[in-house]
């Protein structure tokens, strides 16, 4: 059974760093696309940003292009969300994501992490 458990979220001020961790167990995911996405209230859930777990390739959403990292570490089975120059708008409940293997969507979902950027 595949399980994603976030954490890392908090309350911090803006211009302000974070760091997401997601831990994967229950399968094997070299093949799988890892990815964040953020629900703010009142709003549509948002892709943040994605990494394909061996190729390492990754991709962003304008908003977070040059402020957000992505990345994964194999030996620890998790994918991380490295946050720089935090705004007030990153207000939301951040969601790990994973697909099946060879393929793009996301079907599993961890339980969401809350992050708070006061200004």
């Known amino acids: 059974q595949v399980q994603l458990v976030e954490s890392g979220g908090g309350l911090v001020q803006a211009g302000g760093s974070l760091r997401l961790s997601c831990v994967v167990s229950?399968?094997?995911?070299?093949?799988?696309?890892m990815g964040w996405v953020r629900q703010a209230p009142g709003k549509e859930r948002e892709f943040v940003a994605s990494?394909?777990?061996?190729?390492?390739?990754?991709s962003s959403v304008v908003s977070v292009k040059g402020r957000f990292t992505i990345s994964r570490d194999n030996a620890k089975n998790t994918v991380y969300l490295q946050m720089y120059s935090l705004k007030p708008e990153d207000t939301a409940v951040y969601y790990c994501?994973?697909?099946?293997?060879?393929?793009?969507?996301?079907?599993?979902w961890g339980q969401g992490t809350q992050v708070t950027v006061s200004s």
């Open positions: 994501a994973a697909s099946r293997a060879y393929t793009y969507d996301f079907i599993y």
């Open positions: 229950g399968g094997t995911f070299s093949s799988h696309r």
């Open positions: 990494i394909r777990w061996t190729a390492g390739i990754t």
